[in-house]
C-alpha cells in the first residue's frame, strides 16, 4: 500500500497511517454517498434523466468514489484497533486541542531546557530555544545523559570518549542556537542506563537538580515528553518533575516529543483531557535549528565509522523535527 511505502513500509508508524487510512476512506465514501442520495431526493426523479446535470454528477461521482474491496479495508482498519495499533480520534476529546502561538507571546524570563541527551534540546526545542535568545531570555540547559551509548560496538569510540564528544557537541549546538554554552549543566548520567528510581544514585542526581532550579529559579521548564519511546527521556522527565513538584510555586512546564510520533505505540500518546497542544511559529528560527543539529556530528555523520548497528539520526527523522512549527504538549491541569 502507498501509505504504508511512505510509512516505512513496518512498524507502529506505518500501522496507524495504513488503518488511518483505510478508516478515512471508507467514511469519505460513506458520506459523500449520504450526500448524492440526499441531492437525488432533492432534485427528484428528473435528476435520474439527461441531460440533467446531476445526472452526469451522480453517476461519475459514484464510480470514482468507490473503493475497491471496501469490507476488507474496514476488516484491517478494525484490527488495527484490535490490536492496538491505532484509535480514532474523537472530536474534543482523544486529539488535544491545538493552539498555535508567536514565540514572543510567551511571558516566561528564565527559561530552564531538560535534555535527556546531547541532541534533544536541539531536536526537540532548538526553534523555541533560538526564539527566546534572540528575545533576550535566560536560558539554562541540563543535559541528564552522557550520550555515550549510542554507538557501543565502536573500538576506536568507548564510552568515556564518544561522551566527551558529545558534550562538545552539545556546547557547539548551543552557540549555533545563541544560547550560552557557559548555562549548561551536565549531571553525566549513564545513557540508556540511568540510576533506577529511589536509589542512592537517583537521590543524588535529584538533589543537583534542586540545586540548580533552585539557583536559576525557572518561570517555564521545557521537559522531554513523559511518555516519549525512549527510557532516558521518560526518566529524564520523572526526575525533574519530582523536584518541580517540592516548588512553590511551581514553574510552567511544556514536554517535547521526539520519537512519539515516529516510534510510539496508543498507550504512548495524550489520554483524553491530559494535554493540550501548544504550537509555536519557529520559521524564523528554522535554519539555525538545521545548523544545530548538523553539529551533534556523532550522531549525523560518518564520524564514528566501525559501528555498523550504531545510532544515526536519518534525514526523515531530522525533517519531521527541523520544520516552521514546534509543538509541545501542556498539561490540562496546569
Known sequence: MMVAAHAGGEGPAAARLTAMANATRSAVEAAAMTVLEDAERAVGAGGFIVPHRLERLVRDLRTYLRQPNPDGALRAAGLAMAKGEWQPSRAGQERPHMMLMQPETVT???????????????????????????LGRQIHT????????????????????????????????????????????????????????????????????????????PDLVLLPWRRDPHCDHRDSWRLVTEVLAQR?????????????DELGEADDAPRPGEMEVVAFDVSAAADTK???????????????????????????????????VEKYLRPCDG
Not at 538545521?290 to 555498523?308: G, K, M
Open 248 to 260: 512553590s510555586p511551581r514553574p510552567a512546564t511544556l514536554e517535547y516529543a521526539i520519537w512519539l
Open 108 to 134: 516566561a524570563e528564565r527559561v530552564l531546557i531538560v535534555a535527556p541527551h546531547p541532541d534533544d534540546e536541539t531536536l526537540g526545542c532548538g526553534g523555541l530555544a533560538a526564539s527566546f535568545a534572540r
Open 290 to 324: 538545521r545548523w544545530a543539529v548538523a553539529a551533534h556530528v556523532s550522531q549525523t555523520s560518518d564520524l564514528i565509522a566501525d559501528d555498523p548497528e550504531g545510532f544515526r539520526l536519518t534525514a526523515e527523522t531530522i525533517d519531521r523535527l527541523t520544520g516552521s
Open 142 to 217: 541540563l543535559f541528564v545523559t552522557d550520550g555515550g551509548a549510542s554507538h557501543r560496538r565502536s573500538a576506536q569510540w568507548p564510552r568515556e570518549r564518544l561522551a566527551a564528544q558529545r558534550e562538545t557537541e552539545a556546547q557547539a549546538a548551543l552557540v549555533a542556537l545563541g544560547l550560552d554554552p557557559a548555562a549548561a549543566t551536565f549531571l553525566r548520567l549513564q545513557d540508556a542506563a540511568m540510576p533506577p528510581h529511589g536509589s542512592p544514585a537517583w537521590r543524588a542526581a535529584a538533589v543537583a537538580v534542586a540545586n540548580l532550579v533552585e539557583r536559576f529559579d
